[in-house]
């Protein structure tokens, strides 16, 4: 992380000691430089999820609707998916900061970014990560990254979606989830069921939010209809953090490594900028949508190396104990 400067820079990062090493900016010195200047480590607060009261009975009954199901239809984990949508803001600024002491207003970058879009991770109880889905607001193909955005081909290679909206949000709608489950969920349970020798009529499990357009009914009996294999399982209402697998543990990975593609991102263009002898003064960090836009082909991948672990998925798809 914290790498010697080969750009140029001040002299203090350049010079050569007697040994052969040179100054290195690790985390240690950072923090003492800035408590040197009368500044602290500061971090913007709020409310945290409340549980429902009776969370307890209502665990155990999801707990006992899941093993009914995957014993009366002989559901072996590869078979078991869960699916989550998480919003992901194109300038991930932390909420944590340096400020002088006794600052009341606290300010850090990307607190008040409204630009997202939503990404929708799938894993199954076997310990596999699948394709990604993506769905960028707008309403035509023009409101997703650009072909030519680096890790794009790769990122088609592997399965991943790439959709617009067509509404007036970011999240999911009955066009993208339908998507979702014709290009990405059915084809993994099509593909399992071969490779472990079971018939077409074999059901499946997909955990998925309580949520309006999950839970409504025209997208129920369109599963139904067209995918009648596949029996939903909903997470119960409010009960996300501590029974929604990937919410559990996948997406903190998920979503730091996403800020770090990020903020490297910057670094890169303020380099790049630092090296082209440009004043500093001159320099404005590009965050037009295209560009970022294009840049979250690159997060998304990364992201999706970091959290592609077998032991890491595992950890958190097993039934808990009751």
Avoid at 228 to 235: A, D, R, V
Wanted: contains cysteine; charged residues 25%; proline residues 4%.
């Amino acid at each position: 992380m914290f790498a010697y400067i080969e750009h140029d820079a001040p002299e203090l990062l350049m010079h050569q000691f007697s040994d052969g090493s040179r100054f290195r900016c690790s985390e240690s010195f950072v923090r003492k430089y800035l408590r040197d200047l009368g500044w602290s480590e500061r971090c913007s607060t709020r409310a945290a999820q409340k549980l429902p009261d009776n969370v307890s009975q209502i665990l155990s009954d999801a707990f006992l609707r899941q093993t009914c199901i995957i014993r009366d239809h002989a559901i072996p984990a590869a078979l078991r998916v869960n699916t989550d949508q998480t919003q992901t803001h194109y300038q991930m600024g932390g909420k944590r900061t340096w400020n002088k002491r006794g600052e009341k207003q606290v300010a850090t970058m990307g607190m008040d970014e409204k630009r997202a879009f939503t990404l929708v991770p799938s894993i199954s109880a076997s310990g596999e990560l699948l394709p990604m889905q993506t769905i960028f607001f707008g309403q035509t193909e023009a409101s997703c990254p650009n072909k030519r955005a680096h890790c794009y081909a790769e990122a088609k290679k592997r399965g991943f979606k790439f959709e617009p909206s067509r509404s007036t949000t970011y999240w999911s709608t009955q066009a993208t989830m339908q998507s979702l489950v014709n290009d990405i969920i059915a084809p993994y349970f099509d593909k399992k069921k071969e490779e472990l020798g079971l018939p077409s009529k074999q059901c499946s499990l997909w955990m998925i939010d309580c949520w309006s357009v999950h839970k409504s009914k025209e997208f129920r009996d369109w599963m139904k209809k067209t995918h009648p294999t596949i029996i939903i399982s909903y997470i119960p209402g409010g009960c996300t953090g501590v029974w929604q697998p990937l919410d559990v543990r996948i997406q903190r990975v998920l979503k730091q490594s996403m800020k770090q593609s990020a903020h490297k991102d910057i670094v890169n263009e303020t380099m790049t900028h630092l090296d082209s002898g440009i004043p500093a003064s001159a320099f404005k960090l590009d965050t037009t949508l295209g560009t970022l836009r294009d840049r979250s082909v690159g997060w998304i991948m990364n992201a999706y190396d970091d959290i592609n672990h077998k032991d890491l998925v595992l950890k958190v798809t097993r039934l808990p104990d009751h």
